[in-house]
């Protein structure tokens, strides 16, 4: 069982910064490709980014790349997302996730989730 908190989600203006953090439990955090979802209002879940277990390997959605970073800290337990050049319309909710071994973008082939946190840019 793996469980995931993030934080870090807030208010900002058009053109500003958020780092987003995902604390993960368990001893085998290694063992677990990461992503970066999001869920806007009425909207369905939608791939950000994703990082590979070692954290070698990285791949994002068109409408963040160049924008976002996605890293990870094995010894730590963590997985972050850097936001910058935010735009109104990355206002959602983000959610952290995992499943074992490799990254995927497909939102049904992640088994665990975080509980997501709110970002909201204001124009």
């Given amino acids: 069982q ?3 908190v993030e934080s870090g989600g807030g208010l900002v203006q058009a053109g500003g910064s958020l780092r987003l ?9 290694s063992s677990y490709a990461m992503g ?7 909207k369905e879940r939608e791939f950000v980014a994703t ?3 070692s954290g070698g390997s990285t791949y994002y959605a068109d409408s ?3 924008r976002f970073t996605i890293s ?3 010894a730590k337990n ?8 935010l735009k109104p319309e990355d206002t959602a909710v983000y959610y952290c996730a995992s499943r074992r071994f490799s990254s995927s973008w497909l939102v049904d082939e992640y088994e665990y989730w975080g509980q997501g946190t709110q970002v909201t840019v204001s124009s």
Avoid at 21 to 29: D, K, L, N, V
Avoid at 36 to 42: K, L, S
Wanted: charge should be positive.
């Fill in 2 to 4: 793996v469980q995931l």
């Fill in 21 to 29: 953090s995902c604390a993960a439990s368990g001893r085998t955090f």
């Fill in 36 to 42: 970066w979802f999001r869920q806007a209002p009425g």
């Fill in 51 to 53: 990082i590979s277990r």
């Fill in 64 to 66: 963040v790349k160049g």
């Fill in 72 to 74: 990870r800290d094995n």
């Fill in 78 to 85: 963590t997985v972050s997302l850097q936001m910058n050049s």
